[in-house]
């Protein structure tokens, strides 16, 4: 399994470009790179998800370099409603469909 | 989008009782569904992972004949925590797969069911 590293926290206030950068350093050729997010008392949402160079949705956007051993995602333009933790997941090495979640990102936005 | 639910939101129960978590994929058949537990300010730990008409896959250190499940259609899982006590007590998430997903390996969380054992 491709095991992956955050930094725990980081704040931002709202109106700001925020980027959390993920670091997968043993991921597999076959694995994809996906984003959740995650209330307090809620369960994850997905956000993003890439395999390499540049994803973009409405909500935010991706970054994977060339040997994709890290991505960033980037919010852009925060509000306070995007207080949460985020994870980066990498896909399992494996067949099957099991995430693993790591520390996760917790985001805190201020006014 | 998918929508999956969860029954209980909440449940209070004593030390010793069992208690059964429902999840139901509500728009679509989840050929497998997966069971997460997370502790106050830590990340989701999976503990299973369930598919429909065969025995759930329990990650290393979960006791299966304490959390037994059952994924008995393409749209319903329950988690059963038997004999539960206060270590047990949670936030158990399920998610669901969707077989033709657009997105590869994305699955859909449940709003968690919080457990309280007195």
């Known amino acids: 399994l491709a095991k992956t590293t955050q930094p725990i926290s980081m704040d931002s206030y709202e109106g700001q470009e925020v980027n959390i950068t993920c670091s997968h350093n043993n991921i597999a050729t076959n694995d994809y790179i996906t984003w959740y997010q995650q209330f307090p008392s809620q369960g994850p949402r997905f956000i993003i998800q890439?395999?390499?160079t540049k994803v973009t949705n409405e909500v935010a956007s991706l970054f994977i370099p060339a040997d994709r051993k890290s991505s960033t995602l980037s919010l852009p333009r925060v509000s306070l409603s995007d207080t949460a933790v985020y994870y980066c997941?990498?896909?399992?090495?494996?067949?099957?469909?099991?995430?693993?979640f790591g520390t996760g990102t917790r985001l805190q936005v201020f006014p | 989008g998918a929508v999956v639910s969860q029954h209980p939101s909440w449940v209070i129960c004593k030390s010793g009782t069992s208690v059964k978590i429902e999840c139901r994929s509500l728009?679509?058949?989840?050929?497998?569904m997966f069971w997460y537990r997370q502790f106050p300010k830590q990340s989701l730990m999976l503990m299973a992972t369930s598919n429909e008409g065969s025995k759930a896959t329990y990650e290393q250190g979960v006791e299966k004949d304490k959390f037994l499940i059952n994924h008995a259609s393409l749209t319903l899982s329950t988690l059963t925590v038997t004999s539960a006590h206060p270590e047990d007590s949670s936030f158990y998430i399920c998610s669901a797969s969707e077989e033709l997903a657009e997105t590869y390996n994305e699955q859909f969380f449940g709003p968690g069911t919080r457990l309280t054992v007195l």
């Open positions: 997941l990498v896909g399992d090495q494996g067949n099957t469909d099991k995430l693993i």
């Open positions: 728009d679509f058949q989840a050929t497998t």
């Open positions: 890439g395999y390499k």
